[in-house]
């Protein structure tokens, strides 16, 4: 029998987690309570794209619990202009999040891969205000072809999009969201040090036969999501990039209700609540004999690269346990 132990740590932090909103919100929120800070992700309706729209998230949350500090996002779109960033930026937002249209679930930026380019204006002014882009990278169409790219290939088809970018903005902050196969895992330790990427404990523990048939069809919708999980190379690429200071923890918990995951076309996105994610991503740094880097990984490189305050250890330690306690 496996031999059951406990880990103390300081309080994990989540570059990535949809919160939802209304009834949603309410349901979800107690289980990210655990995290000292969870960058809030604004793909909601209509998408937190302006600082009106940052303030009534931001209240939206704090109403249903006001110990709880959320980091917002501002959702670039099409519309975005230089004055919309700077007015989000004093409101206090730090994160601009990019979703290229189509690519995964609320995406309504208007703004495909391939057109990213036309918006360098906008994001030269997201640099200049020392602000982070944390990008969703997948291409779902050719723009040759105008055909769909099966969603095994799509991460790997927007490396080219992502180099780009990465080479437009020297020192500009940039995040590759839940990376999800080897290829981009590569491209992304030979990047410099101003881009990083984030890691879901769902890309590392299960793979495509957990979500997919032999035909291709979707067996568990449950573990349905963008990117979808791919090859069992791909996951030990994923997970074994722990150990690398340039990723860190993203559980991307995108929680939908139940009958949007049921049927024909499920809803993309996993329901990873902390206490899943973490003990899950503690097993796969077990099984690789990786656990030296877990605090690392899910509570130190995330605030550093947010230039947050890394959590302190003594009140972090007890509070964790509290927490731990309650599940
Ligand atoms: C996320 C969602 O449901 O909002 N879905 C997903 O499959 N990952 C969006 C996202 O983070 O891409
Ligand atoms: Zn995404």
């Known amino acids: ?5 406990f880990i103390i740590i300081r309080k994990p932090f989540s570059a990535h987690t949809h919160l939802r ?50 980091i917002l996002t501002l959702m670039l779109t099409k519309d975005t202009t230089a004055e919309t960033l700077k007015r989000a930026r ?3 937002i730090r994160v601009v999040k990019f979703m290229p249209d189509a690519a995964t679930t609320n995406a309504l930026s208007g703004i495909t891969l391939p057109d990213l380019e036309k918006f360098y204006p906008v994001i030269g002014e997201i ?34 999009y992502f180099d780009k970018l990465v080479k437009a903005f ?23 040090a101003n881009v990083a990427a984030t890691i879901t404990a769902h890309h590392i523990s299960k793979t495509h036969k957990d979500v997919f048939g032999a035909d291709g069809k979707i067996i568990d919708p449950h573990y349905f999501c963008y990117p979808v999980l791919k090859k069992e190379g791909d996951r030990l690429a994923v997970a074994s990039a722990y150990a690398n200071p340039k990723f860190f923890f993203g559980p991307d918990d995108a929680p939908h209700p139940k009958e949007r995951k049921m049927g024909d076309k499920p809803a993309g996105g996993i329901f ?24 690392r990984f899910v509570s130190l ?4 690269f947010y230039d947050l305050q890394p959590p302190p250890e003594k009140e972090s330690r007890s509070r964790y346990c509290r927490q731990r306690r309650q599940y």
């Open 272 to 295: 990873s609540p902390a206490f899943i994610a973490l003990p899950t991503v503690l097993e796969v740094c077990e099984e690789l004999g990786l656990v030296e880097h877990f605090e």
């Open 90 to 92: 004093e409101e206090g």
């Open 21 to 70: 909103q209304g009834k949603e919100l309410a349901d979800v929120l107690p289980s990210s309570n655990i995290y000292g800070a969870v960058v809030c992700m604004g793909n909601i309706q209509p998408p937190v794209s302006d600082f009106q729209g940052v303030r009534k998230y931001r209240a939206e949350i704090i109403r249903q619990n006001p110990q709880f500090l959320p």
């Open 170 to 192: 020297p020192n500009m902050n940039i995040i590759f969201e839940h990376v999800s196969t080897a290829a981009a895992v590569e491209f992304i330790k030979a990047t410099p």
């Open 127 to 160: 640099k200049r205000l020392n602000m982070i882009f944390s990008g969703h990278w997948e291409l779902a169409v050719d723009p040759k072809t105008g055909k769909e790219i099966p969603y095994s290939e799509r991460e790997e088809a927007a490396l080219p």
């Open 1 to 5: 029998m496996k031999k059951l132990g």
């Open 301 to 304: 490189r995330g605030p550093t």
